[in-house]
């Protein structure tokens, strides 16, 4: 008779800790759903792209994450050009300002933003496929550290100034972004 006692506690006891591990595996599982990829959260405000009739151009704007973490753009394409890097503008220890591909790629701060502008950090278009002319378009897709992409569309404007060289000395022409 003592067994019938106790296989009802038992049964109880395992009942209960059932629901408390369920429960916890509850309280876990939104947080998961929190974090929405990259590509869903960031935009680009203010988008354009600097004309050019070959070689290199540059795209400019403002990337604004909304999401609760922050990102990392690790690559660029665009069917303007076969070969885009992500670049920064910094001081030399000549005191010059040179352009050089950025390592790791652009973060873009939690609930911040990331300005690409000229003389700063941008997105770099060399070996044009053909020329960028003002009133044009160019299409661009990023890709995140968690592999999600966004993309999207700038006009190509007239721009000249902010001539910097590259990380090598160079300075290259049409570079005028």
């Not at 629901?19 to 929190?34: E, N, W, Y």
């Not at 999401?67 to 920064?88: C, F, I, Q, R, Y």
Request: aromatic residues 6%; contains cysteine; charged residues 20%.
């Amino acid at each position: 008779m003592n067994t019938f006692k106790t296989l009802p506690r038992a049964a109880a006891l395992l009942a209960v800790s059932f629901l408390a591990l369920t429960g916890c595996a509850a309280a876990t599982a939104p947080a998961a759903v929190d974090s929405a990829p990259a590509g869903d959260v960031v935009t680009i405000e203010d988008a354009w792209v600097k004309s050019a009739a070959e070689g290199m151009s540059a795209a400019f704007g403002t990337l604004v994450n909304s999401g609760d973490e922050d990102v990392t753009v690790v690559s660029v394409e665009s069917d303007a050009s076969p070969m885009l890097e992500l670049h920064e503008t910094v001081e030399n220890e000549a005191g010059e300002m040179i352009m050089r591909e950025i390592e790791g790629g652009f973060v873009i701060p939690a609930g911040g933003e990331l300005a690409l502008e000229p003389g700063g950090s941008h997105i770099m278009l060399m070996s044009l496929t053909e020329p960028l002319q003002a009133g044009d378009e160019a299409t661009f897709t990023l890709t995140f550290s968690d592999d999600s992409t966004y993309e999207f569309t700038a006009p190509v404007k007239d721009f000249s100034g902010a001539n910097e060289n590259y990380e090598d000395g160079d300075d290259h022409e049409g570079m005028d972004h």
